[in-house]
């Protein structure tokens, strides 16, 4: 079962900052925090990950509380094509991890 | 770079008829997962697998489901006798080493089953 706790949706204006939270109070030690999205009928894409410090590339940003319970995907200037699925997902950095998705957060970005 | 490439894109079958769904990595990957998407519904992870080895089929049905990855070609997905209930999309993902590297995912196959 997945250990993360998403909004079911949520809108966002284009061009404005889409903030997604999650909340994963039991996340233990040595989980990481990854983010992927789906959109509709793709398969899932990557966008970020992080363990306990902010991350920033070119797609988003993450910031993760310090007690690490929850986190919040940002997408600074959102567009049209950031519409998606986006998941919250732990992981353990070892040999056998897969990918544990819940539901998610339905982003919708209107004009 | 060629990205994950999975056929065919879609696949009808009748009850009780065989589903072989394809699963090519990208270049230098040599571990690949499959997901489980039913409808309305997140994906769900079936079986991981590196080069002629299972390491995780956890979220294989128990039966008609087995997956394959050869030392040359891609890897399989097959179910036998198929039913309803199989109708989903199908996800492959590759990576290039286990221990939480990225995983890339192919564009799915839609199996519908008659």
């Known amino acids: 079962d997945a250990k993360t706790t998403q909004p079911t949706s949520m809108d966002c204006a284009e061009g404005r900052a889409a903030n997604l939270p999650c909340n994963h109070s039991?996340?233990?030690?040595?989980?990481?925090v990854y983010w992927y999205r789906q959109i509709h009928s793709q398969g899932p894409q990557y966008i970020i990950h992080?363990?306990?410090n902010n991350e920033t590339n070119e797609m988003a940003s993450l910031i993760i509380t310090e007690d690490r319970k929850s986190s919040t995907l940002i997408l600074p200037h959102a567009t049209l094509r950031d519409t998606a699925v986006y998941y919250c997902?732990?992981?353990?950095?070892?040999?056998?991890?897969?990918?544990?998705f819940g539901t998610g957060t339905r982003l919708q970005v209107f004009p | 770079n060629a990205g994950v490439m999975q056929n065919p894109r879609h696949l009808v079958r009748r009850r009780g008829q065989e589903a072989r769904l394809r699963c090519s990595p990208m270049?230098?990957?040599?571990?690949v997962y499959w997901y489980r998407q039913l409808p309305e519904e997140g994906l769900k992870f079936m079986v991981y697998?590196?080069?002629?080895?299972?390491?995780?089929e956890s979220g294989m049905p128990k039966e008609r489901f087995s997956a394959e990855f050869p030392k040359e070609g891609p890897s399989i997905l097959r179910i036998q006798q198929v039913v309803r209930g199989d109708s989903a999309a199908y996800f492959c993902?590759?990576?290039?080493?286990?221990?939480?590297?990225?995983?890339?995912f192919g564009p799915g196959t839609r199996l519908t089953v008659l």
């Open positions: 270049k230098g990957h040599s571990h």
């Open positions: 997902i732990l992981r353990l950095r070892k040999d056998t991890d897969k990918l544990i």
């Open positions: 039991t996340i233990s030690g040595n989980e990481y």
């Open positions: 992080g363990l306990k």
């Open positions: 697998l590196q080069k002629e080895n299972i390491i995780d």
């Open positions: 993902a590759s990576s290039l080493t286990g221990a939480g590297n990225e995983q890339f």
